[in-house]
Nanobody, 115 residues
Framework: QVQLVESGGGLVQAGGSLRLSCAASGSIFKFALMGWYRQAPGKQRDLVASITSGGSANYANSVKGRFTISRDNAKNTVYLQMNSLKPEDTAVYYC?????????WGQGTQVTVST
């Protein structure tokens, strides 16, 4: 079983920055594909960024050049650095771990970007 706990969300003005963290329990972290998803009210949950166990990252077009995903396997933690935030980035952000055909989710953290 894997447990994921997100932190770092909050309220920020447009143009500002936030750093999300996701701490994972369990020994599979360093093997798992890790990702950040987001869900705005009334919309589906979409992939924001993902990172393989080897450190290869992938981003949604809407965040390329602004967001950076990284992981620290020694700390069982994945990060999402968000810069140049826009009001349309407002959503609940979820951490995801994919391993052995199983998806694991955190509880989510709210990010609100004001104009």
């Amino acid at each position: 079983q894997v447990q994921l706990v997100e932190s770092g969300g909050g309220l920020v003005q447009a143009g500002g920055s936030l750093r999300l963290s996701c701490a994972a329990s369990g020994s599979i972290f360093k093997f798992a594909l890790m990702g950040w998803y987001r869900q705005a009210p009334g919309k589906q949950r979409d992939l924001v960024a993902s990172i393989t166990s080897g450190g290869s990252a992938n981003y949604a077009n809407s965040v390329k050049g602004r967001f950076t995903i990284s992981r620290d396997n020694a700390k069982n933690t994945v990060y999402l650095q968000m810069n140049s935030l826009k009001p349309e980035d407002t959503a609940v952000y979820y951490c995801n771990a994919y391993w052995d055909f199983h998806d694991y989710w955190g509880q989510g953290t709210q990010v609100t970007v004001s104009t």
